[in-house]
């Protein structure tokens, strides 16, 4: 049997389980569409769907120290609480808050605005995602910082402790395999 490959977001979040709040944004933005789409696609419900996102992320601050990278990678670990948590409200007739409670945040009421981005993230191209999951790290955490969160390089370079000109060569290479690989297909 082939050695299993690290999950090169493990180390991310031993960075929340040390209570780094970066750490924690940046897991945040990056798997916050695969939490949505698969609880929008097992619930059919936006409502349903946003606030099981929301206690699977707020579970996931409570729980970061847990999180063992031999047992499966972060997109396991993120879909195995979203499924216990689906599990739960299933079981009660509603979204269990209690992670939420025990970070003393208070329930925020969804607008169509927030509705309407639970469609988006939904909607997002499956394939598309697949091969930025394949990227190698570097160049997907530089892509995502730039290309869709839209920061600028000075800024990812800072975070990422890195000059901006290997940020540029990591979303430009990105890209260049992203646009590759689409028109393979």
């Known amino acids: 049997m082939a050695p299993q490959r690290e999950d090169p977001d493990a180390p991310l979040v031993a960075a929340v389980a040390r209570g780094d709040e970066v ?3 940046r897991l945040y ?11 929008l696609r097992e619930t059919r419900n936006r409502e349903l769907a946003a606030d099981l996102s929301a206690e699977v992320f707020a579970a996931a601050l409570t729980s970061a120290r847990r999180y063992r990278p031999e047992r499966g990678s972060v997109t396991a670990w993120l879909l195995g ?3 216990n948590k689906l599990l739960e409200s299933r ?15 208070e329930p925020v009421a969804l607008t169509d605005a927030d509705l309407d981005r ?3 993230l939904a909607s997002l191209d499956a394939e598309i995602l697949a091969l930025v999951e394949r990227l190698p790290a ?10 869709i969160d839209e920061r600028p390089y000075e800024q990812i370079a800072a975070e ?4 901006q000109s290997v940020v540029r060569q ?9 646009r590759s690989q689409m028109e393979e297909r």
Not at 29 to 39: A, E, F, G, K, T
Not at 160 to 163: A, E, H, N, Y
């Open 91 to 105: 079981r009660r007739g509603r979204v269990e808050d209690s992670a939420r409670r025990r970070l003393r945040m």
């Open 29 to 39: 933005r990056c798997y916050l569409p695969l939490v949505v789409r698969w609880s």
């Open 118 to 120: 639970v469609d988006e």
């Open 160 to 163: 990422l402790c890195c000059s």
């Open 81 to 83: 609480i979203a499924r």
């Open 170 to 178: 990591r979303v430009s290479r990105a890209l260049r395999t992203l």
């Open 23 to 25: 750490a924690f944004s």
């Open 138 to 147: 570097a160049q997907r955490q530089a892509l995502a910082a730039h290309v």
